[in-house]
């Protein structure tokens, strides 16, 4: 899955816990979670941003989920591992460290991105 706002969509409603709301056309799109309410038809950059992206990583911490991302010569690859067992699992790569820790933060929650 590339980069953008199918990517942005799946990894707000399954790891961020948004939820998108169709108000129709007048009212259009809002995005809700918990008391918060974002007001814009596409609030997300998750997968194009790396300030975004750190937010999953964060998200991901909490829950003692601890990503790795590492840098190589044309591409990123992003793994978990998780805190409690020690074990390395989710192996992720991309062109850019935002996709690839997106793919992976997928992947850990259980979306299959084939």
């Known amino acids: 899955m590339n980069a953008g706002r ?23 799109i809002r995005w809700i979670k918990g008391k918060d309410v974002i007001e814009s038809e596409f609030p997300f950059s998750y997968s194009t941003d790396i ?35 020690g074990k390395t699992s989710f192996l992720s790569l991309a062109a850019t460290a935002p996709r690839a820790i997106c793919k992976m933060a997928l992947r850990a929650v259980g979306v299959d991105l084939k």
């Open 6 to 28: 199918e990517l942005d969509a799946l990894v707000a409603e399954k790891v961020m816990g948004w939820k998108r709301l169709d108000l129709g056309p007048i009212n259009g």
């Open 51 to 85: 300030s975004a992206a750190w937010e999953v990583v964060e998200k991901l911490r909490a829950v003692g989920v601890e990503i790795v991302v590492v840098a190589h010569s044309v591409k990123f690859s992003c793994c978990v591992n998780d805190t409690e067992t």
